[in-house]
Protein backbone atom coordinates (compact mmCIF):
# COMPACT_ATOMS: atom_id res chain seq x y z
CA UNK A 1 0.00 0.00 0.00
CA UNK A 2 1.62 3.45 -0.95
CA UNK A 3 0.52 6.38 1.08
CA UNK A 4 1.00 9.80 -0.28
CA UNK A 5 1.93 12.71 2.04
CA UNK A 6 1.76 16.01 1.78
CA UNK A 7 4.92 18.13 1.52
CA UNK A 8 4.44 21.59 1.82
CA UNK A 9 7.33 23.59 -0.40
CA UNK A 10 7.89 27.37 1.26
CA UNK A 11 9.29 29.55 -1.17
CA UNK A 12 13.42 30.59 -0.46
CA UNK A 13 12.82 34.67 -0.05
CA UNK A 14 9.79 33.74 2.46
CA UNK A 15 12.76 31.22 4.27
CA UNK A 16 15.16 33.67 3.49
CA UNK A 17 13.43 36.83 5.42
CA UNK A 18 12.12 34.19 8.40
CA UNK A 19 15.79 33.49 8.68
CA UNK A 20 16.30 37.40 9.28
CA UNK A 21 13.33 38.38 10.98
CA UNK A 22 12.05 40.74 8.28
CA UNK A 23 8.93 41.48 7.43
CA UNK A 24 8.01 41.37 3.24
CA UNK A 25 8.24 45.33 3.46
CA UNK A 26 11.52 45.52 5.60
CA UNK A 27 13.05 43.08 2.97
CA UNK A 28 11.54 44.76 -0.18
CA UNK A 29 12.79 47.99 0.99
CA UNK A 30 16.56 46.69 1.41
CA UNK A 31 16.20 45.05 -1.70
CA UNK A 32 15.58 48.49 -3.32
CA UNK A 33 18.07 50.44 -1.42
CA UNK A 34 20.88 47.50 -3.06
CA UNK A 35 18.90 48.33 -6.08
CA UNK A 36 19.41 51.90 -6.37
CA UNK A 37 23.01 51.61 -5.09
CA UNK A 38 23.77 49.13 -8.16
CA UNK A 39 22.72 52.18 -10.24
CA UNK A 40 19.88 50.72 -11.34
CA UNK A 41 17.46 53.22 -9.94
CA UNK A 42 14.51 53.34 -8.06
CA UNK A 43 12.04 50.33 -7.33
CA UNK A 44 8.75 50.00 -5.67
CA UNK A 45 8.78 48.26 -2.72
CA UNK A 46 5.55 47.46 -1.39
CA UNK A 47 4.54 44.14 0.57
CA UNK A 48 2.45 42.66 -2.53
CA UNK A 49 5.64 42.81 -4.64
CA UNK A 50 6.54 40.03 -2.25
CA UNK A 51 3.24 38.42 -2.57
CA UNK A 52 3.70 38.01 -6.04
CA UNK A 53 7.02 36.80 -6.31
CA UNK A 54 6.56 33.97 -3.69
CA UNK A 55 2.95 33.25 -4.09
CA UNK A 56 1.77 33.94 -7.52
CA UNK A 57 4.82 32.78 -9.25
CA UNK A 58 6.04 36.16 -11.04
CA UNK A 59 9.67 36.15 -11.66
CA UNK A 60 11.57 39.28 -10.63
CA UNK A 61 12.63 41.50 -13.31
CA UNK A 62 16.50 41.14 -14.13
CA UNK A 63 17.83 43.93 -11.81
CA UNK A 64 16.07 43.15 -9.01
CA UNK A 65 16.83 39.50 -9.20
CA UNK A 66 20.54 40.85 -9.03
CA UNK A 67 19.55 43.25 -6.23
CA UNK A 68 18.52 40.67 -3.90
CA UNK A 69 21.72 38.44 -4.73
CA UNK A 70 23.74 41.62 -3.99
CA UNK A 71 21.78 42.26 -0.68
CA UNK A 72 21.31 38.67 0.62
CA UNK A 73 25.41 38.42 0.03
CA UNK A 74 26.07 41.75 2.15
CA UNK A 75 23.36 40.70 4.74
CA UNK A 76 24.97 37.77 5.51
CA UNK A 77 28.56 39.49 5.26
CA UNK A 78 27.54 41.83 7.85
CA UNK A 79 25.98 39.16 10.23
CA UNK A 80 29.49 37.32 10.16
CA UNK A 81 31.68 40.31 10.58
CA UNK A 82 33.50 40.77 13.80
CA UNK A 83 33.97 43.23 16.12
CA UNK A 84 37.46 44.66 16.77
CA UNK A 85 38.20 44.11 12.93
CA UNK A 86 37.55 45.80 10.06
CA UNK A 87 34.62 45.27 8.79
CA UNK A 88 34.56 42.87 5.16
CA UNK A 89 31.22 45.54 4.78
CA UNK A 90 32.60 48.87 4.96
CA UNK A 91 31.66 51.58 2.48
CA UNK A 92 34.41 51.44 0.18
CA UNK A 93 33.47 47.53 -0.54
CA UNK A 94 30.94 46.75 -3.72
CA UNK A 95 29.21 43.82 -4.86
CA UNK A 96 28.77 42.98 -8.06
CA UNK A 97 26.78 40.11 -8.50
CA UNK A 98 27.17 37.59 -11.48
CA UNK A 99 26.47 34.15 -12.71
CA UNK A 100 28.41 31.33 -12.36
CA UNK A 101 29.23 28.72 -14.80
CA UNK A 102 26.54 26.67 -13.53
CA UNK A 103 23.58 29.22 -14.09
CA UNK A 104 23.55 30.43 -10.29
CA UNK A 105 23.45 34.04 -9.35
CA UNK A 106 26.55 34.88 -7.18
CA UNK A 107 28.12 37.90 -5.67
CA UNK A 108 31.73 38.92 -5.91
CA UNK A 109 33.01 41.43 -3.50
CA UNK A 110 35.73 44.34 -4.64
CA UNK A 111 37.39 46.46 -2.06
Request: positive net charge.
Amino acid sequence: MITATAVQHTHPLTRLMARHGLTAAAYLKRVADRHRALGFGAMAHRKEKATRWTREGVTPERTALLAIAASTASTSLTSTATAGRASCCSPSMTTRPFLSRRGRWRVRSHH
